[in-house]
């Protein structure tokens, strides 16, 4: 990143002169309304709330066509395009440090066309470098706020509408509104620049600039979008000759895989301005990955630990024919224990998969077992929960996956459909901790959440039928036939009573 943001500066120092005697150099503004950003949950122009809570990082690329992006407006009417087509693109990235704080960088490179040369270069330029960090404020299941701050760093092209040639700040905030169907988005932010007047009826200074948006989730990755955005320059609301612009816009996204996401879309301008272009169309790649801190390595153990063949010595001399006791049987894989099934060891994932490794094939076999054995769980629920590293809907969609696989193992043992059902609930249910409890381990935690938890959801009443269930079941992937389990109710057997010797009382009370 250091050395883009020093190949930007040599660049930037360079290409700018290069054309800087055709043009006139008054044109030294930043004129673009709508920039990438590498938040979580947002829309393209309109920036997410969400801050990552762990150490991430995050590349993101993206390239736009804008059709007349500058106007020179005059009571109203447009009397010149200095630039009339321009085809721009960014580098970005983005590194979290820790819990709701991160901090990106931003690298534009931009070509253009005009009708007026003698008000903008054309050719080939880049804009002003922005750094920014990110502050997460508030951080809920429905409402998530963030503040910003970010630094435009004055290397751009000075005569083509790229870059402006003092340094400028920007402030804002971040706010959505989460529910099941998606968000509803609000961005905010102040732009501080000194007063210029680089056109003799543009005045150009500080601005206000707002964005209303709203993402829609359809599905699992993929989610579509809209918004309006909008900028005024304070100083120029008197004449309104270009310092007033607007622009509306709609794009999907679709995450390809956890950690590439792509989208698409288009903008058309309702409020003609400088920056904002009678066509927009976009495109975004976005590539994000995450990484822990690893726990220090654990001091050396000064002993040793005794060998084996010591301890089975040092038994036999001080037990004799302790070797000829047979060793206690193992736990059950599988037990009822309240209204869940506890398991001796639990159900065993790829990294990031939803693939049953193969160690936990035999639970699965016992799980089926039971079931069969066990007919008076009428209905069980198969819940899959993750823990809080990562992304909310990567968690809930991983969750779901891999509760949907205990499924398709289950009814692959023979376990009828009619008694299962599946749900992932994400991070939003974490593994209960006991009352008064110390605090674990950040990584034993997060171990625990990452589980599959089956639950009773249902008995049988007392004397109420088994259920008819057909021999066979189609699987709903392959419609291969499979044989179902026999189900059975295990006979109730009365405890035995104690035999007591009669004589016993007459014995105590002789003794009284």
């Given at each position: ?305 005794p060998t084996k063949e010591a301890v089975t010595a040092l038994l036999e001399e001080e037990i004799p024919g302790v070797t000829d006791v047979a060793p206690p049987p193992p736990p059950p894989l599988v037990r009822i224990f309240g209204d869940e099934l506890a398991f001796r060891e639990e159900i065993a994932f790829a990294p990031n998969s939803a693939e049953i490794l193969p160690s936990s094939h035999e639970l699965l076999d016992a799980i089926a077992s039971l079931l069969a054995s066990e007919g008076r769980i009428a209905h069980l629920a198969i819940e899959g929960h993750a823990s809080e590293e990562g992304d909310l809907a990567y968690n809930w969609d991983l969750s779901d996956r891999r509760a949907r696989a205990v499924w398709e193992a289950l009814l692959v043992e023979g376990v009828s459909p009619q008694r299962m059902s599946w749900r992932g609930v994400g991070e939003v249910i974490p593994a209960p901790v006991a009352k008064g409890a110390p605090p674990a381990p950040v ?70």
């Open positions: 990143m250091i050395a883009l943001l020093v190949a930007t500066g040599v660049l930037g120092g360079l290409v700018p002169g290069a054309l800087a005697a055709e043009s006139d150099p008054s044109a030294s503004v930043d004129v673009e309304l709508l920039r990438p950003a590498l938040g979580d949950g947002g829309v393209y122009g309109i920036e997410g709330a969400g801050v990552p809570d762990k150490w991430a990082w995050r590349v993101g690329l993206a390239t736009q066509y804008e059709r007349a992006p500058v106007l020179i407006l005059t009571e109203g009417l447009v009397t010149s395009r200095p630039v009339s087509d321009r085809v721009g693109g960014w580098a970005g990235f983005s590194l979290g440090l820790g819990r709701r704080v991160a901090v990106q960088a931003f690298v534009p490179l931009q070509w253009q066309s005009g009708d007026d040369t003698l008000v903008s270069a054309d050719g080939a330029g880049l804009g002003d470098p922005r750094l920014g960090a990110r502050w997460g404020l508030v951080h809920t299941q429905l409402f998530d706020a963030t503040l910003r701050a970010d630094l435009y760093i004055p290397l751009g092209r000075k005569d083509a509408w790229m870059g402006e040639t003092s340094t400028r700040a920007a402030f804002g905030a971040s706010a959505a509104l989460n529910g099941g169907f998606g968000a509803v988005l609000l961005d905010v932010g102040l732009v501080a620049r000194p007063l210029e007047t680089p056109q003799p009826r543009l005045d150009w200074g500080p601005a206000v600039e707002l964005g209303l948006g709203v993402r829609a989730d359809l599905l699992p990755g993929f989610s579509v979008g809209g918004g309006w955005v909008a900028r005024a320059v304070l100083a120029g609301l008197a004449t309104q000759d270009g310092e007033l612009a607007s622009e509306v816009l709609v794009n999907a996204r679709y995450d390809v895989t956890p950690t590439v996401s792509l989208s698409g879309g288009a903008g058309v301008g309702v409020q003609p301005g400088v920056g904002v272009p009678t066509a927009r169309g976009f495109v975004t790649a976005t590539f994000a990955d995450a990484f822990s801190r690893r726990p220090p390595k654990p001091e050396p153990v000064v002993e040793a630990p990584s034993r935690v997060a171990a625990e959440n990452r589980r599959v938890v089956l639950r009773i959801a249902r008995r049988l009443a007392q004397g109420e039928a088994l259920p008819e269930t057909p021999a066979t079941t189609l699987l709903p992937w392959s419609g291969e036939a499979v044989a179902l389990e026999a189900v059975s109710i295990p006979e109730f057997t009365a405890p035995k009573p104690e035999f007591v010797d009669p004589t016993f009382f007459d014995e105590q009370e002789e003794e009284e």
